[in-house]
C-alpha cells in the first residue's frame, strides 16, 4: 500500500537497509536455532523459543514500519512506533542538529530540534534514507528562507 503525498511534502519511512540489517540479525538467530532442531531433533519444549524468535523477528519489522518522518515548507513531524506524532512548525524551530548525547536506549544517531517553546523532538535519524538526514541537516538553512518570506524574524 503507499501512501499518496502532496508535492510540496516529503514523507520518509525507515529505509530498505534497516529492513535488511534487523532482518538479517534475527534471521541469523533463527537460522542458529533451527540448525540446532536439524541436529538435536525437534523437541516440544522448543515451541516457546521458536515462538519468541518468530515474534521478536515480526516485532522488529512492525517496529520500522511505524517510523515516519514529514517534512513540509511549513512544518517537520516525526513519529515512531513508541513515540507519539510531535510536529513543529519550521519557523519555531530555533536549532537542528544531531544530539549530543543519547540515552541508553536511543541511537547514538539521534537527530534534536528544539523550538521556540523549549520542546524538543528527537529522531532516530539511524533507520531513516541519506536524503532524509540531509533534509533534517538543511531544515535550519530552509527554516531561516521560510520565516523570512513570512516577516517572522529568527531570534524572540
Keep these: 500500500m503507499s501512501l499518496s503525498v502532496p ?14 540489517v534487523f532482518g538479517v540479525i534475527h534471521g541469523a538467530i533463527l537460522a542458529l ?3 540446532a532442531v536439524v541436529v538435536r531433533g525437534w523437541h516440544s519444549s522448543w515451541f516457546w523459543p ?5 515474534g521478536s523477528w515480526a516485532f522488529v519489522f512492525l517496529w520500522l514500519s511505524k517510523f515516519r ?3 513540509t515548507s511549513e512544518s517537520v513531524s516525526y ?10 512548525q519550521r519557523c519555531e524551530i530555533i536549532s ?10 536511543e ?3 539521534t537527530f534534536s530540534i528544539w523550538n521556540k517553546s523549549g520542546e524538543e523532538m528527537r529522531i532516530n535519524a539511524k533507520v531513516f534514507s541519506l536524503d532524509a ?16 518570506s513570512r516577516g517572522h524574524s529568527r531570534s524572540g
Design 7 to 20: 508535492p510540496n511534502e516529503k514523507l520518509f519511512q525507515a529505509c530498505r537497509s534497516s529492513y535488511i
Design 79 to 88: 513519529s515512531s512506533l513508541f513515540s507519539p506524532k510531535k510536529e513543529f
Design 33 to 35: 536455532f533451527i540448525s
Design 107 to 109: 541511537s547514538p544517531f
Design 69 to 71: 518522518l514529514v517534512i
Design 133 to 148: 538526514v540531509r533534509e533534517l541537516g538543511s531544515l535550519d538553512q530552509i527554516r531561516t528562507k521560510s520565516c523570512r
Design 50 to 54: 521458536f515462538g519468541i524468535l518468530t
Design 96 to 105: 537542528a542538529d544531531f544530539a549530543e548525547t543519547t540515552g541508553s536506549f
